[in-house]
């Protein structure tokens, strides 16, 4: 299995059982959402739904197309969750002792633009920094 082949099923394990969970236990989700969104309940439970199609688009074999709309599509859900996960750094700061601590925090937000990149390039969207050969 080539490297971005490994990278799309990765992402397709990861954002399948993120989605799941967003919709099976969405507490933990709803905490974190920023008090200028809107309706937060729907907002995680859509979400979760995003993120589950973006991993069945990722998955597919036959429909290249589908995988590299699965990729940008997946890139900016990554990029629209960030804000809820510089909330839930706030909100762990504000309880000192009890919260997950910067060390935590600090690279989970250091890794959002990765995260994007990864799901652009393992859905084939782009090829920065390889070229195809």
């Known amino acids: 299995m080539s490297w971005r082949g490994g990278a799309r099923w990765l992402l397709v394990a990861f954002y399948a059982v993120a989605g799941a969970l967003h919709l099976i236990a969405p507490h933990p989700f709803v905490s ?3 008090r200028w969104v809107p309706a937060p309940d729907l907002v995680v439970a859509l ?3 995003a ?3 973006g991993a ?3 998955a597919q074999a036959r429909y290249p197309a589908l995988r590299r709309a699965a990729g940008w599509g997946l890139a900016l859900y990554a990029l ?3 804000p809820a996960n510089y ?3 706030l909100i762990d700061l504000a309880r000192p ?3 997950l601590p910067l060390a935590y925090h600090v690279p989970r937000l250091a890794a959002q633009p990765l995260l994007i990149w990864l799901a652009l390039w393992a859905g084939a969207a782009i090829d920065w920094p390889f070229r195809r050969r």
Do not use: N
């Open 80 to 82: 629209c969750v960030w």
């Open 97 to 99: 002792g009890r919260g």
């Open 51 to 53: 993120e589950l199609l």
């Open 56 to 58: 069945a688009g990722l």
């Open 32 to 34: 974190i959402v920023p």
């Open 87 to 89: 909330q839930h750094m």
């Open 47 to 49: 979400t979760g739904v």
